[in-house]
């Protein structure tokens, strides 16, 4: 056979298993697929950490001096004001140290008249009546101290708060150095947690920080950041900060770990599913349903920024309103038919409709 006729027979070859592809990729149905559209939303980038509670205001509430309890007038756990009488101690000897000495001072107030009335009359000397008047002084003095003394008797609680378990009862003899209750303000708690440096160029106060505890499954309480320590440390590379949370049920307690998500550089910002990316290399590609008849993908090379989720920002590629493929890429291709059964809002049950719609097509 000589070698133009072997090139001709080749040639059609060629062309009939072109046209047989051709044949078959036009009498094979659309792929079904689920889409999402490309939306502008609210987001940030999470910064992820553990942080300890802390009441907002604590205490433990201690006598300033030694002395026996005559009464107690809390219950453990009690909520109080600021002022609230705690316990009261054994003033019996300055009460009575203070009845002598008012007595003592209505003696020399009335000693003090009578030598102010001799001076006015020109009889009595003015020495006479300064001493007169030092004396009564002197007595006032006394009183205060004793009055300051008598108060030393009564504890009472410094700031609103929530009273802890007592540990003295009545006629115990107390001293400065025992812890009787404790108090914390538990209406705000602090929680303070150590952050990487790498991200302080990201922190500032007022940023918004979500948090989660075991001891609440399920339950998200938010906050926001209050303050940063101007120290890093030299160790750990870290730096401490501070938040705050509103905590009117007080069901944050001092001592929990709660774990911490900040929600640094808050953004309006381009975003879809993550399972709409497809990585070769360090490429991104997305297929965008093209509208026709029938609908098409197109492979789309995009630029991508932070992940968070189980979605991915979205900074070059994509404009708003965009339908990505998102579900049922495994037989897509540049080019290929595609079926949308579902547009993904984020509530689709994606597995139960790509298992119905597999069952509709085995039934086909």
Request: net charge negative.
């Given at each position: ?6 090139n001709g ?67 453990d756990g ?257 080019g290929s ?28």
């Amino acid at each position: 056979m000589s070698s133009r006729m072997l090139n001709g027979a080749l040639a059609a070859a060629l062309i009939g298993i072109s046209l047989t592809g051709l044949l078959h990729a036009a009498g094979r149905p659309p792929t079904s697929v689920i889409a999402a559209s490309a939306q502008s939303t609210p987001y940030y980038d999470k910064i992820e950490a553990l942080g300890t509670v802390n009441a907002n205001e604590s205490v433990n509430i201690t006598p300033k001096i030694t002395e026996k309890v005559i009464s107690i007038h809390f219950e453990d756990g009690a909520s109080v004001k600021r002022g609230d009488l705690l316990i009261k101690l054994d003033d019996e000897e300055e009460q009575a140290n203070l009845r002598s000495t008012l007595a003592v001072q209505a003696e020399r107030e009335s000693a003090y008249r009578r030598a102010q009335e001799l001076y006015n009359r020109r009889v009595g000397s003015e020495a006479d009546l300064d001493a007169a008047r030092a004396r009564v002084d002197q007595s006032q003095a006394e009183i205060e101290a004793i009055r300051t003394r008598i108060a030393a008797h009564q504890i009472t609680a410094p700031f609103n708060g929530v009273l802890g378990l007592r540990h003295i009862s009545v006629g115990a003899l107390v001293e400065p150095s025992d812890v009787l209750t404790t108090l914390d303000d538990l209406s705000v708690v602090k929680v303070d947690f150590a952050i990487p440096s790498v991200f302080l160029a990201n922190l500032k106060p007022g940023l918004k920080v979500e948090a989660e505890t075991s001891a609440y499954p399920g339950q998200t309480f938010t906050g926001e950041l209050k303050s940063i320590s101007p120290r890093v440390d030299p160790v750990t590379r870290t730096v401490q900060a501070r938040a705050a949370f509103d905590n009117p049920g007080r069901m944050l307690l001092t001592g929990m770990l709660l774990q911490l998500d900040l929600q640094s550089r808050p953004r309006t910002t381009l975003v879809i599913p993550e399972s709409a990316i497809s990585t070769v290399g360090t490429a991104h590609y997305v297929f965008v349903v093209a509208e026709g008849e029938p609908a098409r993908a197109q492979r789309r090379q995009v630029e991508i920024g932070s992940r968070k989720a189980g979605k991915v920002e979205i900074l070059k590629g994509l404009e708003e309103g965009d339908l990505v493929i998102s579900h049922g890429l495994v037989k897509i291709s540049d080019g290929s038919t595609v079926k949308v059964i579902a547009v993904d809002d984020g509530a689709l049950n994606v597995a139960k409709l790509l298992q119905g719609e597999k069952q509709a097509e085995q039934t086909e």
